[in-house]
């Protein structure tokens, strides 16, 4: 058990809907990070929140945004959803106390399937 | 952008025998990483190496950062089958994000009893 809680493990929806994946880091841990996980593609970072301010953009759509909270919890939003969104989107948050060394911890994913 | 080869794609060996795996780059890279990713799970952390030359190991894992800071193997000893999962290279500069990791594809290993 890493200490990150992804919500939901699995969601199914339509193309053209609208979701919200959920993140918890790990207790203390301040910075969360969003990944996606496709076949073709492998993990691709989409953003990077420290402490309630974005600090780093990867390839992160413009139909999705995320954002950190007060209590450093995550969210991802997707809206349109197309079927190429269909993939696994993982949270990852970084060792309490190290900066830039790379070391991330990772939740189980919330699975996404586009119909 | 910047982009890892891994290689092998897919592994599949016996009980006992061991691994070698490799990332390489056409650019340089400050720090190598190897996390392994389990059906159902996320990545895992196994090993992280911060000087070109560097060679550590981690139980039956050994991995090295390529002296001229564009390539790390990864080598498993003694293969068993709870080594099962996909292995993935990660590369990071300074300066960049801490976030914006660079993953290999992945190698995905199988084995058999």
């Known amino acids: 058990d890493s200490g990150v809680t992804q919500t939901p493990k699995h969601l199914i929806t339509a193309t053209g809907q609208r979701v919200t994946l959920r993140c918890s880091p790990r207790?203390?841990?301040?910075?969360v990070y969003w990944y996606q996980q496709s076949l073709d593609q492998g993990l691709q970072f989409l953003i990077q929140?420290?402490?309630?301010?974005?600090?780093a953009k990867g390839n992160i759509l413009e139909r999705f945004s995320a954002q950190q909270f007060p209590d450093l919890h995550s969210e991802l939003n997707l809206s349109s959803l197309e079927l190429g969104d269909s993939a696994l989107y993982f949270c990852?948050?970084?060792?309490?106390?190290?900066?830039?060394?790379?070391?991330?911890?990772f939740g189980e994913g919330s699975r996404l399937t586009v119909l | 952008g910047q982009q890892l080869n891994q290689s092998p794609q897919s592994m599949f060996i016996q009980e006992g025998e061991d691994v070698s795996m490799n990332c390489t780059s056409s650019?340089?890279?400050?720090?190598w990483l190897w996390y392994k990713q389990e059906p159902g799970e996320g990545p895992v952390l196994l090993i992280a190496?911060?000087?070109?030359?560097e060679l550590t190991s981690n139980g039956r894992l050994t991995a090295q950062f390529g002296i001229t800071r564009k390539d790390s193997f990864l080598n498993i000893s003694a293969s068993i089958p709870s080594d099962v999962g996909i292995y993935f290279c990660?590369?990071?500069?300074?300066?960049?994000?801490?976030?914006?990791?660079?993953f290999g594809k992945g190698t995905k290993l199988s084995v058999k009893p």
């Open positions: 650019s340089i890279f400050n720090t």
């Open positions: 990660a590369g990071q500069n300074y300066g960049g994000s801490q976030g914006n990791l660079i």
């Open positions: 190496l911060y000087k070109a030359g």
């Open positions: 990852a948050s970084s060792v309490r106390g190290q900066a830039n060394t790379g070391e991330l911890f």
């Open positions: 207790s203390g841990d301040l910075s």
């Open positions: 929140y420290y402490n309630g301010e974005e600090r």
